[in-house]
């Protein structure tokens, strides 16, 4: 089982920065992809960003492509999301998640195919407004 602990949201600026960071503990049958999705008040549930922990490929959503930067501490088991140029379009509640699998809608493309996550965490509010 995957125990998923996230930090880090807050309220900012339109432009301002957050860093989102997870702590993960489990199978790394689980843990070989991690990543965050978010969940917005009237929209869809899409994955922002995920990274595979070995070789550590990175994947965006792309509406935060160039604004957003996933990266992993390996030897901790962390994930971090920095998140740069915030938009209010941004705002939303962020789940950390592990178990990547094929999953249509979710938006982000990893190849030919729309990935999310089988396992993830309660979440953390990011909120931008000026």
């Known amino acids: 089982q995957v125990q998923l602990t996230e930090s880090g949201g807050g309220s900012v600026l339109p432009g301002g920065t957050l860093r989102l960071s997870c702590a993960a503990s489990g199978p790394a049958s689980a843990t070989y992809c991690m990543g965050w999705f978010r969940e917005a008040v009237g929209k869809e549930r899409e994955s922002v960003a995920l990274?595979?922990?070995?070789?550590?490929?990175?994947y965006y959503h792309d509406s935060v492509k160039g604004r957003f930067t996933i990266s992993q501490d390996a030897n901790k088991n962390i994930i971090y999301l920095e998140m740069n140029d915030l938009k209010a379009e941004d705002t939303a509640m962020y789940h950390c998640a592990a178990d990547c699998r094929p999953s249509p809608g979710w938006g982000l493309w990893v190849g030919y195919s729309e990935v999310g996550f089988k396992t993830w965490g309660q979440g953390t509010q990011v909120t931008v407004a000026s």
């Open positions: 990274i595979y922990t070995g070789p550590g490929s990175a």
